[in-house]
């Protein structure tokens, strides 16, 4: 994605002593919302949450879409790990380690993939899960007795873009273990949410339109890529009744006029061209998601930053924003509306930056759990060693914060074939 270099003076000036014409709804509204500002967030799982795809991506969605709420992520993850744990330990030894030293106020778990041993179901393994299951979520409500739990059905085996493996038809023993994880979240009064059916559709629908993409979504039958593990962070945000505007816009540029501004400011409207400054930035979505985003509700649902703009002659209309292009519409278009988080805006590309300084946060933070504090339990400096990683791990954190500021931007429409009108 490149940067313009050209810069719209006559805008500049234009705006340098415009006043804000229309203030509504500035700050993302996180009513219902279920983390709140200060919450620690702890994923626990096993390999598919130790891949850190879902995990970053919901960091990354609460960062963008709620720029002012504090929240700190821990992803906890270990591969080959079941109810009773694995090879980092015990559910006793994952906890007390793992889990209470972030002092959490909400708990994801997903596990079942390795529980049901990939052998046909089986009613004592199923007894055995729930047993354990049991267990877990004592140790979890010792270790944090005020936190919020969410219980995720796992995510699926995929047997329908991956027919020929050698444990075709293992998602059917995985199901009824999500059946017992929504039960025993009902009991308990958790939070749920599935995993396993958001794929499993998801899959369904890119297979029929085309088997080789498809395969794509969960490459080795049991590791979703980043497709879909965005399906996946979908459903625990929405789960989480996570709010779906960015922000919704319409102008009536005829009039010089802002009908409509929710999770944004706008200036005055002058010669087709205003400030306006949303209070949200939309989702950093990549080329690797791309098929997500064409066989889901991920944009329409949880990603939808809208612009209208009224009162334009019949014919095409291109929109910069900051000087940049952005898209050519009809007048019909535009007056329907178009979602811009479809489009690569400049603040599609602050929201990138996001993500990339999320993904950085999140790789130093699992180098100092596991390479630092696990591997190296026991040596003299690794307290100081780990010290000094976390120390890394805040500078990140804050350069996110100060990546995710809104931005005032310049939009101007302009109708194609004709002269951008003087200021």
Not at 11 to 40: I, K, M, T
Not at 197 to 210: E, S, T, Y
Not at 254 to 273: D, M, P, W, Y
Not at 321 to 349: C, F, H
């Amino acid at each position: 994605m490149c940067r313009t270099a050209r810069f719209l003076v006559e805008v500049a000036v234009l705006f340098s002593a415009a006043s804000w014409a229309y203030a509504a709804s500035e700050e993302a509204g996180d009513d219902g919302f279920a983390l709140r500002n200060g919450d620690h967030v702890v994923f626990y799982g096993d390999s598919i949450t130790e891949q850190r795809l879902y995990t970053t991506y919901i960091e990354a969605f609460v960062i963008t879409r709620y720029p002012n709420l504090d929240v700190e992520f821990f992803a906890k993850g270990v591969g080959g790990d079941a109810t009773w744990g694995g090879w980092m330990g015990s559910i006793e030894e994952r906890v007390a380690r793992d889990v209470k030293p972030c002092d959490p106020t909400a708990i994801t778990i997903m596990l079942g993939m390795n529980d049901g041993g990939y052998v046909p179901f089986d009613e004592k393994i199923l007894s055995a899960y729930q047993e354990w299951y049991g267990k877990l979520l004592a140790l979890m409500g010792t270790a944090a007795p005020n936190a919020h739990i969410t219980l995720i059905g796992t995510s699926p085996y995929d047997d329908w873009a991956h027919p020929d493996t050698p444990f075709h038809g293992y998602n059917d023993s995985l199901l009824r273990f999500v059946d017992h994880v929504r039960s025993l979240a009902a009991e308990k009064q958790l939070g749920f949410v599935d995993f396993n059916r958001p794929v499993a559709d998801f899959i369904g629908k890119a297979l029929a339109a085309d088997a080789a993409s498809a395969q794509k979504i969960i490459p080795d039958a049991i590791h979703p890529g980043p497709a879909g593990h965005l399906v996946m962070a979908a459903a625990l945000l929405k789960a989480w009744n996570a709010e779906g505007i960015v922000s919704d816009v319409t102008v009536d540029v005829a009039a010089s006029t802002v009908v409509q501004a929710t999770h944004a400011q706008v200036g005055e409207i002058i010669n087709r061209a205003w400030k306006q400054r949303d209070a949200a930035l939309p989702f950093p979505t990549a080329p690797e998601m791309e098929l997500a985003l064409k066989h889901t509700d991920f944009s329409d649902s949880l990603n939808r930053q809208s612009l209208a703009i009224k009162g334009l002659e019949p014919g095409n209309h291109a929109l910069e924003i900051d000087g940049q292009a952005v898209v050519s519409l009809s007048a019909e278009d535009w007056a329907r509306g178009v979602n811009l988080a479809l489009y690569d805006t400049p603040m599609k590309k602050q929201a990138v930056e996001v993500l990339l300084a999320t993904v950085k946060r999140n790789d130093a933070a699992f180098s100092r759990w596991r390479n630092v504090e696990f591997a190296l339990a026991g040596y003299e400096a690794t307290a100081d060693a780990s010290a000094a990683m976390r120390r890394i791990e805040e500078e990140i954190r804050g350069q996110q914060r100060e990546k995710v500021k809104p931005i005032e931007r310049q939009y101007r429409i302009t109708m194609e074939g004709s002269a951008s009108p003087a200021p």
